[in-house]
């Protein structure tokens, strides 16, 4: 009997609630021990009802006790969580909780109905997305977290020291671009010998691997020390990144990517998570969400020029928009929710962005793309009322090319002959993209903060436990 | 046409070479489109054949050259990789390739055979870990990665600051405990406004969510900023961990750590990139491997204090240990590999080791384990010829006793108020364990060092890229 359970790999846990409610036994079966937390409980004279959770999902089992004293164990104060178990309170009101106040006591939010139904919804994602990518033949790779790269410089990058060390007034200069080839010595107080950064994106070290093992892909985090406190952006989030070797249309791109999140979508359509946090909500984004999955045609594409030329008209028709759109300006907030709310109305990909506005590793279209400037093989994907959920681009596979690029953009060559050495040897054209994942998750459960999107959400100002 | 190609959410890639060895397509299907680097020529007179790799498998597709002039295009010089699209050879020998040249050029390293079927497999590994804890009704998390927690001042995590910010000398003091409750001021430039390490666990943070959702796990990196240099140590790793509420054994426990490492062994017994890593070898893994999947009974579990009579014994006997075991001490690694090596001759957990060699946060065990000192409700997984594995425990769930324990570790309360919290409010008995996964991985592998068990090693003067 003992031997026995460990042969299946389905041990020697009893059934989940959800496990419970999804197949429920035979009414000849055997007694099922469950465990969980009482939630809440109703007395009547003769009977009492509870409600047992154990969070695998929102809804829970209806326990009835016919002996009414047994009941009164659980009893805690009125308008309470109760506990089964230690016939303790909760120190959280069932109701009128305050995001802000769930914040502050985010070691207990995930019992919250709404934070509960999140967690399970990024699980579920995170299959679907897995699911995804293995079935079209792309391999997992657990990329690094700590790089020498400092993100060009940029200056929104954590810098990382051993604790035995003292950060020396030297080593904490960040305005040159401090990656050091691993011959040169760096400050002796360095754990690594050079400066070492948390990573703000794992696609050059996926390009590496994406030039042996064709397709890859990773959802790692990533880190961005931005002062900004805005509800779309984290100082620690999660991005799906994908890269893969042998492609050189941006719409073979855009089709991975719509391919991934149509998976994601109708994975939950029907999910009890989604009912759970779109319930008492005005507006059901389902029959939204449905389309989506169900379109026979592919989502919207425009280029970038055509988009500036749909702003300019809107534009210069209404005076709409507080910065004039115009093409080689970047585009902003205003213009992306214009082109994704009102102009498309749903979930649109723009293509080929000018070369200025974009890193020096994007490819190079050969065509020029007509009169107005030179221009990059890119995509952003624009949602609507969220913004930039997704944005890629092929790389740039001409050795030639690449280097000019590092020299206009005053990069370091030297930082990146390792880079350049994967197109010396073996290279491939190629092309990938990244997605936030809290975005995601923002997009497909209707939270509207990215930090009610994760379980130990990380701002500015803001890192508890 | 395009349109179809959107409702599959195997969208619109070509198979990959992995993909058509596992389903070959009937001879009267339609030329398939294939992409892949050349790895090898091999020339004859009036045909060629040449490997085709695209990094999903080790096992390449053989393409046949009728005309020998096309394979020529193919040439590099002799005895290296070659590709086909570029016609440039890669800086790798074929053969005869230190394991530390591979090191310096970790961008290249997966090219290589074995690198190649080590990230193969680290893949599959994680789906079945996923798909292992799905099953048993866990919840995917994802922990933080920048904590407050600085693993009781014990030195050894790293620190973060933003780039922007000046570490001031204060601030990197790390002697004292410096976890600050969020409502007190920190130094002025500190970007979170109270010190921020890398964790170094997601045990606490899991705990959290499992109070809620009652079985949690993740698949998260850690950080330790150790400065030995072992085969076994990496600064950056990935660890496997899992929490779970109403569990009060740590039988329960072994049970699920043993049926995940069985899932995984069986998942490799037959797998090409196991045969790829092994190859060549004088004794072929599988056959011990298989021996544990089979087994009819659970692996080996004994006490701690039945350990240490066991090498008390063989110390007395033959004197083989530089270190003499005694109840109360540490067990050093020679002890731990006599034990797995050679007493049990297989993986064996030891349980319920002396409190004062455990951390704060383990179960007390109840009985007093006889007359020898308290201990505790945990176990460490041996394993022949690595060493520990798995370590895990019930957690302390009564107040008052964890009350104890942090004052008798000298820690400070005030930073774990919120652990505390945990038990105060619908506290509930649980338990889980943490697994190093470049271990897992060395020890299915065969590959001896962790440093070439993931992508991209970072260890003490070592991190590139």
């Not at 950060?167 to 400066?195: K, R």
Request: glycine residues 6%; charged residues 20%.
């Amino acid at each position: 009997m003992l031997a026995r359970r460990f042969l299946s790999s389905a041990a020697s846990l009893p059934p989940t609630i959800r496990q419970l409610l999804s197949s429920p036994p035979a009414p000849s079966a055997e007694a099922i021990h469950v465990n969980g937390w009482v939630k809440s409980i109703r007395k009547q004279k003769q009977v009492a009802f509870a409600v047992i959770s154990d969070g695998s999902s929102e809804a829970g089992l209806q326990a009835v006790f016919k002996d009414v004293t047994l009941a009164k164990r659980c009893v805690g104060a009125p308008g309470k969580f109760y506990t089964y178990l230690r016939r303790q309170t909760y120190p959280m009101q069932k109701q009128a909780l305050t995001v802000e106040y769930l914040r502050d006591h985010c070691h207990l939010r995930a019992r919250t109905n709404e934070i509960g139904a999140m967690l399970r919804l990024r699980d579920t994602t995170t299959q679907v997305i897995n699911n995804y990518f293995q079935t079209n033949g792309f391999v997992h790779i657990h990329t690094p977290i700590i790089t020498s790269n400092d993100c060009e410089g940029a200056g929104e990058t954590f810098r990382i020291v051993a604790s035995s060390d003292s950060p020396s007034p030297s080593s904490s200069t960040t305005t040159q671009t401090t990656s050091v080839p691993p011959t040169t010595e760096g400050s002796p107080s360095e754990y690594f010998n050079h400066p070492a950064y948390l990573t703000v994106s794992s696609q050059l070290h996926l390009e590496a691997v994406a030039s042996a093992i064709s397709r890859v892909y990773t959802l790692s985090p990533c880190f961005r020390a931005e002062r900004s406190q805005t509800s779309r952006h984290l100082a620690e989030f999660w991005m799906l990144e994908a890269e893969w070797a042998f492609t050189s249309s941006v719409e073979d791109l855009c089709a991975v990517v719509e391919g991934s999140l149509r998976s994601v979508l109708r994975a939950h359509l029907d999910s009890p998570d989604m009912a759970a946090l779109h319930r008492g909500k005005p507006h059901g984004r389902r029959p939204e969400l449905a389309a989506l999955v169900d379109a026979p045609q592919p989502w919207a594409r425009m280029s970038y020029t055509e988009a500036v030329a749909a702003l300019e008209a809107h534009h210069t028709a209404t005076g709409a928009f507080a910065f004039a759109p115009a093409w080689g300006r970047a585009l902003q907030s205003e213009h992306e929710r214009w082109l994704a709310d009102v102009h498309v109305r749903g979930p649109v990909f723009v293509t080929d962005y000018p070369a200025g506005l974009k890193p020096f590793y994007m490819r190079a279209n050969d065509d020029a793309a007509g009169v107005q400037g030179p221009t990059v093989a890119c995509f952003d994907l624009l949602i609507p009322g969220l913004g930039e959920l997704v944005g890629g681009s092929l790389r740039e596979e001409r050795l030639k090319l690449l280097e000019a690029a590092i020299e206009r953009h005053e990069l370091d060559k030297a930082d990146y002959a390792w880079y350049m050495d994967l197109r010396k040897y073996g290279g491939a054209p190629h092309g990938g993209f990244g997605m936030g994942f809290e975005r995601l998750i923002s997009w497909v459960s209707g939270i509207e903060s990215v930090r009610e999107c994760v379980a130990m959400p990380r701002w500015a100002g803001r890192m508890l436990l």
